[in-house]
């Protein structure tokens, strides 16, 4: 989560959360002191969700965390590949997150799951 998000524009990013649930874990989150909520004063008024600078922090562990496991802990044939299973689209490294998505598909707004990305040619 580079820029603020809003509440919806998360729940796009987590296919199959609920509403509860997220409202839960952003509330856990603030708590802790990993992201910020942001009031727009606006008609009507909007909430963004910031990362904090522990936040950031905790961010790019978890980026070098995931990269460490594909590595070191996941056997080839489930690592992740370089195009899409489904379609033999390539993938990039293209959100904030490093998560592998389609590129140069303008329909393609949500990040490739994990899963999908997974190697089966080896």
Request: charged content about 35%; overall charge positive.
């Amino acid at each position: 989560m580079k820029s603020p998000k809003r509440f919806n524009e998360l729940k796009a990013c987590i296919p199959g959360i609920s509403s509860k649930v997220l409202t839960q874990n952003l509330y856990e989150l603030q708590k802790n002191g990993i992201i910020g909520k942001k009031t727009i004063p606006d008609q009507p008024e909007k909430i963004e969700y910031v990362l904090t600078e522990k936040g950031e922090d905790l961010r790019n562990l978890m980026r070098e965390m995931r990269t460490w496991g594909e590595k070191w802990l996941m056997p080839p044939e489930q690592q992740p590949a370089d195009s899409c299973r489904s379609t033999d689209q390539r993938l990039e490294e293209i959100d904030e997150n490093g998560i592998k998505q389609h590129v140069n598909n303008k329909w393609d707004k949500y990040p490739v799951p994990f899963a999908v990305v997974a190697r089966t040619d080896k």
